[in-house]
């Protein structure tokens, strides 16, 4: 079986997606399953992975809203003969996999209407949701007036309906698929799947005196507690909350708190200012770290783990600290509580107090923080990368062989609901338009690029509303 990939969540600092589809093409090549991954980047190239993945890089300019992050746009696959035709006719995946909400979600809606030249066969085509839009919505286009509600509706008709089955990272996160389910023509599953976590650079045996000096040095501190966030700085991360909490614990505790922030994105200039203006000295942003040995360090010997997004998909840094034996202190919402929760961590509500009272606890409480570091260990274990990236890929095979009800532990988490008679007939009708109008469109294209249609009619021409060229009548040619 082969699969192919795609995803606009890849750069040189690119954040959890990135990091699953690193694991899911290691596991691959050590089940000799055939992978294909499309990224954009800015230039083409290919990247050959071990033996059976390969990574396509296509060039694409920087993406609208963070300029951190690259767009593959539709026009890279509308079109017969763009560079993604070329690597589906190249490839011939069985399954294809986007995780992607707004602009490489359309070749979903393509492939399953069999619109795609470049295919002569009907691969399985699958949504992978990493995050909500809704999320994404309020966190940068907040000042839109019915935001939300477009979004609503994007992902019930742009969204859900142009995939066979949909593939989520939490419940949290399939809680917007959910929504969208309702009212389609065809059924579609609905599977979560969590993220992992690399346990063979993570561990607290890193935890050292030795490391901690050397830790302390770097930042210029002596003898302080070392809260830690890892994460992309950007507006969905809720980072005022993290910076308010250090304010208030600098103000009033007893203790000599330093935050220590690995990680970089469009926020981190904004937030390096604001911590020089209102807490000199108090925060040390260290930017991407790329050596997974240096950064498996930092969380063995930091002191607690911030993570503050209340908002969270799933949530891998986390899930990291936690893999560290470092206390892990997040809000009680979104995806992170998938595996974290009052037994082994401190989950709370998403406010300055809240936080600030429970990293006092984690300072104070030396038994209470052992124990719960321990639980979170073994919690850790579970979500092993070579386990999770492993499932991904059965579920692969399950869909592909078209056997997606079997193992009723592993199924769907829910299916789409049908829809009513006056709506379906609808449904029909605009799907059908829009099918003759794309085909109709692509005829055009192949005519004109050979010469065969009208010159007024040409996508290269340049006419008048009443058809004549400039200084030349129109020539009639042969359809």
Same mark, same amino acid.
């Given at each position: 079986?082969?699969?192919?990939?795609?995803?606009?969540?890849?750069?040189?600092?690119?954040?959890?997606?990135?990091?699953?589809?690193?694991?899911?093409? =290691?596991?691959?090549? !050590?089940?000799?399953? %055939?992978?294909? &991954? @499309?990224?954009?980047?800015?230039?083409?190239?290919?990247?050959? $992975?071990?033996?059976?993945?390969?990574?396509?890089?296509?060039?694409?300019?920087?993406?609208?809203?963070?300029?951190?992050?690259?767009?593959?746009?539709?026009?890279?696959?509308?079109?017969?003969?763009?560079?993604?035709?070329?690597?589906?006719?190249?490839?011939?995946?069985?399954?294809?996999?986007?995780?992607?909400?707004?602009?490489?979600?359309?070749?979903?809606?393509?492939?399953?209407?069999?619109?795609?030249?470049?295919?002569?066969?009907?691969?399985?085509?699958?949504?992978?949701?990493?995050?909500?839009?809704?999320?994404?919505?309020?966190?940068?286009?907040?000042?839109?007036?019915?935001?939300?509600?477009?979004?609503?509706?994007?992902?019930?008709?742009?969204?859900?309906?142009?995939?066979?089955?949909?593939?989520?990272?939490?419940?949290?996160? =399939?809680?917007?698929? !959910?929504?969208?389910? %309702?009212?389609? &023509? @065809?059924?579609?599953?609905?599977?979560?799947?969590?993220?992992? $976590?690399?346990?063979?650079?993570?561990?607290?045996?890193?935890?050292?005196?030795?490391?901690?000096?050397?830790?302390?040095?770097?930042?210029?501190?002596?003898?302080?507690?070392?809260?830690?966030?890892?994460?992309?700085?950007?507006?969905?991360?809720?980072?005022?909350?993290?910076?308010?909490?250090?304010?208030?614990?600098?103000?009033?505790?007893?203790?000599?708190?330093?935050?220590?922030?690995?990680?970089?994105?469009?926020?981190?200039?904004?937030?390096?200012?604001?911590?020089?203006?209102?807490?000199?000295?108090?925060?040390?942003?260290?930017?991407?770290?790329?050596?997974?040995?240096?950064?498996?360090?930092?969380?063995?010997?930091?002191?607690?783990?911030?993570?503050?997004?209340?908002?969270?998909?799933?949530?891998?840094?986390?899930?990291?600290?936690?893999?560290?034996?470092?206390?892990?202190?997040?809000?009680?919402?979104?995806?992170?509580?998938?595996?974290?929760?009052?037994?082994?961590?401190?989950?709370?509500?998403?406010?300055?107090?809240?936080?600030?009272?429970?990293?006092?606890?984690?300072?104070?409480?030396?038994?209470?923080?052992?124990?719960?570091?321990?639980?979170?260990?073994?919690?850790?274990?579970?979500?092993?990368?070579?386990?999770?990236?492993?499932?991904?890929?059965?579920?692969?095979?399950?869909?592909?062989?078209?056997?997606?009800?079997?193992?009723?532990?592993?199924?769907?988490?829910?299916?789409?609901?049908?829809?009513?008679?006056?709506?379906?007939?609808?449904?029909?009708?605009?799907?059908?338009?829009?099918?003759?109008?794309?085909?109709?469109?692509?005829?055009?294209?192949?005519?004109?690029?050979?010469?065969?249609?009208?010159?007024?009619?040409?996508?290269?021409?340049?006419?008048?509303?009443?058809?004549?060229?400039?200084?030349?009548?129109?020539?009639?040619?042969?359809?």
């Amino acid at each position: 079986m082969k699969t192919l990939h795609l995803t606009n969540a890849w750069s040189e600092t690119s954040g959890g997606i990135a990091t699953f589809y690193r694991a899911l093409i =290691a596991e691959a090549n !050590r089940r000799g399953h %055939d992978i294909r &991954l @499309v990224v954009p980047a800015a230039e083409n190239g290919v990247e050959q $992975v071990g033996d059976f993945g390969r990574v396509y890089h296509i060039q694409a300019p920087n993406a609208l809203v963070n300029s951190n992050y690259r767009t593959i746009y539709p026009s890279r696959f509308l079109l017969p003969g763009s560079r993604i035709h070329e690597i589906l006719a190249a490839e011939r995946p069985d399954l294809i996999e986007i995780s992607d909400k707004y602009t490489l979600n359309y070749l979903g809606a393509l492939v399953r209407n069999s619109l795609v030249a470049a295919l002569d066969y009907r691969p399985i085509v699958v949504g992978l949701s990493q995050e909500r839009m809704d999320d994404n919505v309020r966190a940068y286009f907040r000042s839109i007036p019915f935001a939300h509600a477009l979004a609503r509706a994007y992902m019930k008709w742009l969204y859900f309906p142009f995939f066979d089955h949909h593939i989520a990272n939490s419940e949290y996160t =399939a809680s917007e698929l !959910r929504a969208a389910a %309702d009212g389609h &023509l @065809v059924p579609r599953g609905t599977w979560i799947r969590p993220m992992g $976590v690399d346990l063979d650079h993570l561990s607290p045996k890193r935890r050292s005196p030795e490391q901690r000096r050397k830790l302390f040095h770097d930042l210029g501190i002596q003898n302080s507690v070392i809260l830690l966030y890892a994460g992309r700085l950007v507006p969905e991360k809720n980072l005022r909350l993290l910076f308010d909490v250090l304010a208030l614990l600098t103000k009033f505790s007893r203790r000599d708190y330093r935050l220590l922030i690995v990680g970089d994105g469009i926020e981190r200039e904004t937030w390096q200012r604001w911590c020089d203006s209102n807490l000199p000295g108090r925060a040390c942003f260290m930017g991407h770290i790329r050596d997974q040995n240096d950064l498996a360090d930092i969380y063995a010997n930091a002191d607690v783990f911030v993570h503050p997004n209340p908002r969270e998909p799933f949530g891998i840094a986390p899930l990291e600290a936690m893999a560290s034996g470092l206390a892990l202190v997040a809000p009680n919402t979104g995806g992170v509580i998938s595996y974290a929760n009052s037994e082994n961590s401190w989950t709370v509500t998403p406010d300055v107090h809240s936080f600030a009272h429970a990293i006092e606890q984690v300072s104070t409480s030396p038994v209470l923080t052992t124990t719960k570091t321990q639980k979170a260990l073994t919690t850790a274990q579970q979500y092993r990368w070579d386990r999770v990236a492993a499932s991904f890929l059965e579920l692969y095979e399950e869909l592909n062989q078209h056997r997606p009800d079997e193992g009723r532990e592993q199924g769907p988490s829910f299916y789409s609901t049908p829809a009513g008679t006056v709506r379906a007939a609808l449904i029909r009708g605009v799907a059908n338009t829009a099918v003759r109008a794309f085909r109709l469109g692509q005829s055009w294209h192949r005519l004109a690029r050979v010469g065969h249609l009208p010159e007024d009619l040409s996508l290269q021409g340049s006419w008048q509303k009443n058809g004549t060229s400039r200084g030349k009548q129109p020539t009639q040619s042969t359809p």
